[in-house]
């Protein structure tokens, strides 16, 4: 992934400046000018790369720095709380409770990832004894149900959804009325997506919310779309409480720090990244470890 080599030139950077026997203020602007550059080339937002920069500057002691003491540990340290605190999105995502129904509802742009991440999510609660199933609300794209119904019997999953009815805010909401009764502890509802942001997508997405009152809303994001995240992002946060983010296809040769800086500049904290269209290319989402495998 094209992110691997972000981290790489991140790394870099942070290696060449370690090895030089004086460490003066130009010494640490060049490496700032070499990671900002690397991060503005993978699309990440401007204003996010020049306030690391200063940070990053503000964080490190120069005078201590000059003495060699732990010159290169400090250096990285800087860097590395910096780019956590890049993506830091400064809460917490919903954590499901067991013995309960948790309604979890998946939004997203048609082509953005949803329903595959939909069996996904699935499966990974399924995996750890959850008892997960699916809703198929997306009555807009043809094909849709039959996506979901493929998805979630080769993954084994229970799914509900319909052929004749059209009405996705009563599919939505039978769906999960019958799958609460039956004791299911994660209920994912799969919306419909659309080509575009546009007003009717917005206020079906309200309405199959206000029908069944999700205990989160997940937002599927593409990680390909570059700089067009921070707009998207915005809109969907804009129309339904989004209160959690998952980044698909950041296997592909997205430069996806777009994205990353988009979902960061929402405050929307990211659950899960796919890195794949097999149902195991999904992981768990945490800024710490994200960053250290990033700079390797
Ligand atoms: P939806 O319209 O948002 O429901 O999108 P789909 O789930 O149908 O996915 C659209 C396409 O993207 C499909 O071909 C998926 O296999 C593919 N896809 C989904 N997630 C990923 C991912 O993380 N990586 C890659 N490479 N492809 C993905």
Redesign the pocket.
């Known amino acids: 992934m094209v992110l691997a080599e972000l981290g790489g030139r991140i790394a870099q950077a942070m290696r060449s400046m370690t090895s030089k026997t004086v460490i003066d203020e130009e010494a640490v602007d060049n490496m700032l000018k070499e990671i900002s550059s690397a991060l503005l080339s993978s699309d990440v937002n401007v204003k996010l790369v020049s306030s690391l920069r200063k940070n990053v500057k503000n964080r490190i002691n120069l005078e201590d720095l000059a003495t060699g003491l732990n010159r290169r540990r400090m250096i990285q340290q800087a860097v590395f709380e910096e780019l956590c605190e890049m993506l830091n999105p400064g809460k917490k995502p919903y954590q499901p409770k067991k013995g309960k129904p948790n309604v979890i509802m998946f939004v997203?742009?048609?082509?953005?990832?949803?329903?595959?991440?939909c069996t996904k999510y699935a499966l990974h609660y399924q995996r750890k004894s959850w008892k997960t199933c699916l809703v198929c609300s997306d009555t807009f794209?043809a094909g849709?149900f039959d996506?979901l119904k493929q998805n979630a019997t080769k993954a084994r999953i229970p799914f509900y959804g319909s052929y004749t009815e059209r009405d996705p805010v009563k599919i939505a909401r039978d769906g999960v009325e019958m799958f609460k009764k039956e004791g299911q502890e994660i209920i994912i509802v799969?919306t419909s997506?659309r080509h575009k942001q546009e007003a009717s997508l917005f206020e079906e997405m309200q309405q199959i919310a206000a029908a069944v009152e999700p205990d989160d809303i997940v937002f599927?994001l593409d990680s390909s779309i570059g700089q067009a995240a921070h707009d998207q992002a915005t809109a969907f946060k804009e129309a339904v409480s989004v209160g959690s983010v998952i980044m698909?296809?950041?296997?592909?040769h997205a430069k996806g720090g777009g994205a990353l800086s988009a979902v960061a500049a929402t405050s929307s904290p990211i659950v899960f990244i796919?890195?794949?269209?097999h149902f195991d290319?999904f992981e768990t989402f945490e800024v710490r470890s994200f960053v250290s495998r990033l700079l390797g």
């Open positions: 997203g742009l048609q082509g953005s990832g949803k329903t595959t991440s794209r849709a996506q799969d997506g599927v698909t296809k950041l296997d592909g796919g890195t794949g269209e290319d």
